[in-house]
């Protein structure tokens, strides 16, 4: 069935160090993966996406891997700072035989990320 | 240029009761998705609006029902609340042709006594 997962539900680093989210997903027809930060208060933001025909994708600061062969999907955050402390969510979607997104969005549980001064 | 807003911001019913959620989505955007949040979880899909129809279902009872009006704007409505009901409900927001691309309100906050 469709599911996402993440890893590790927490994660504090230190300032100005680099930050790895893990996600796992288990449907092997999903072609689109999304990563959403959330804020306190605040509705999911979008970070990077990558296509499944791509293996990484880099953003500002921002890095997405994506492994195929084992379903993995993770986000490296570069010189971590305060304002990246959020939940970290990874989110799959699948297309039609066209090439259609449904836009069915699959969220994984999400992981909390603590940067600490 | 306003980002996608919902309405109210907070709410609070009681069991049994019948609540109404907003959305405007984004200037531009064509199509509008609903999300279910409970706290402490990601999202869960509720359904899409497109062309005043629903196009796409997750798995929620038909005490679920929503509408798009000729604006764009969307209704989420739930029916004979329950206490499981109670969660952040997001209005997500998509271009024209970009279904998979989602721009989220701040959410309501539904809490069910």
């Known amino acids: 069935g469709e599911s996402v997962g993440l890893h590790l539900p927490t994660l504090s680093v230190q300032e100005g160090d680099n930050s790895i989210i893990n996600c796992a997903y288990s449907n092997s027809a999903s072609d689109y993966f999304i990563w959403y930060k959330q804020e306190s208060g605040k509705g999911p933001q979008f970070i990077i996406d990558i296509r499944s025909n791509m293996d990484k994708r880099q953003g500002q600061r921002v890095t997405v891997l994506l492994n195929k062969t084992v379903k993995h999907l993770s986000l490296q955050i570069a010189a971590t700072q305060p304002g990246d402390s959020a939940v970290y969510f990874c989110a799959e979607n699948t297309s039609n035989a066209g090439g259609t997104s449904y836009g069915k969005l699959t969220f994984g549980q999400g992981t909390i990320l603590t940067v600490h001064p | 240029d306003a980002g996608v807003t919902q309405s109210p911001t907070h709410l609070i019913k009681t069991r049994g009761q019948q609540v109404t959620l907003r959305c405007s989505p984004k200037s531009g955007h064509d199509t509008v998705s609903w999300y279910q949040q409970a706290l402490g979880q990601g999202p869960q899909f509720i359904f899409q609006y497109y062309e005043e129809e629903e196009r796409q279902r997750g798995n929620f009872p038909d005490r679920f029902s929503g509408h798009q009006f000729p604006n764009y704007s969307s209704e989420l409505n739930v029916n004979a609340l329950l206490l499981g009901d109670s969660a952040l409900y997001l209005c997500?927001?998509?271009?024209?042709?970009?279904?998979?691309?989602?721009?989220f309100g701040a959410g309501t906050r539904l809490s069910v006594l």
């Open positions: 997500a927001s998509s271009p024209p042709g970009a279904k998979n691309i989602q721009y």
